[in-house]
């Protein structure tokens, strides 16, 4: 071979070893899921959410969604269903928990009661919580 082709095959090979080695350290830790502490946070109000975070909401609620929203002091995470048929929805916070690396929020839809009186218009049901400021991922079950 030519002392330019093994040059080149050289190159190649590193720069190949070059990128493996960055997108194996470039991966995300898997998380099991496994509860290591208890999250402390508050239901938020409607007239307490921050104006910047309601914006984006209101965009957002016709549709099921998932967010944070992080100003400096708190971390906000919202869930929302969408449109809704009725009115009478509310959700159930099931789990919010640490793991090793992460914040898992699991919410559900609870439908109105049989019997229930509501309203006949469309419903947007969404829940915000606030916390304090995290620097791990926030996972929605």
Same mark, same amino acid.
């Given at each position: 071979?030519?002392? @330019?082709?093994?040059?080149?095959?050289?190159? #190649?090979?590193?720069?190949? =070893?070059?990128?493996?080695?960055? !997108? #194996?350290?470039?991966? =995300?830790? +898997? %998380?099991?899921?496994?509860? =290591? $502490?208890?999250?402390?946070?508050?239901?938020?109000? /409607?007239?307490?959410? &921050?104006?910047?975070?309601? %914006?984006?909401?209101? /965009?957002?609620?016709?549709?099921?969604?998932?967010? %944070? *929203? /992080? &100003?400096? +002091?708190?971390?906000?995470?919202?869930?929302?269903?969408?449109?809704?048929?009725?009115? $009478?929805?509310?959700?159930?916070? @099931?789990?919010? *928990?640490?793991?090793?690396? #992460?914040?898992? !929020?699991?919410?559900?839809?609870?439908?109105?009661? @049989? $019997?229930?009186?509501?309203?006949?218009?469309?419903?947007?049901?969404?829940? =915000?919580?606030?916390?304090?400021?995290?620097?791990?991922?926030?996972? !929605?079950?």
């Amino acid at each position: 071979m030519s002392g @330019k082709i093994k040059k080149s095959l050289l190159g #190649a090979g590193l720069c190949a =070893v070059m990128c493996c080695g960055f !997108f #194996a350290g470039c991966s =995300v830790e +898997d %998380t099991s899921g496994t509860k =290591v $502490g208890d999250l402390t946070y508050v239901i938020v109000e /409607e007239d307490e959410i &921050p104006e910047e975070l309601m %914006t984006m909401i209101e /965009e957002k609620k016709a549709a099921d969604f998932k967010m %944070t *929203y /992080e &100003p400096d +002091d708190a971390l906000y995470i919202v869930r929302g269903y969408g449109e809704q048929a009725t009115g $009478g929805y509310s959700i159930r916070i @099931k789990d919010c *928990y640490l793991t090793s690396n #992460a914040v898992l !929020f699991d919410t559900e839809l609870v439908g109105p009661r @049989k $019997g229930e009186s509501v309203s006949a218009n469309p419903s947007y049901p969404y829940i =915000v919580i606030k916390t304090e400021n995290r620097e791990e991922t926030v996972i !929605f079950e």
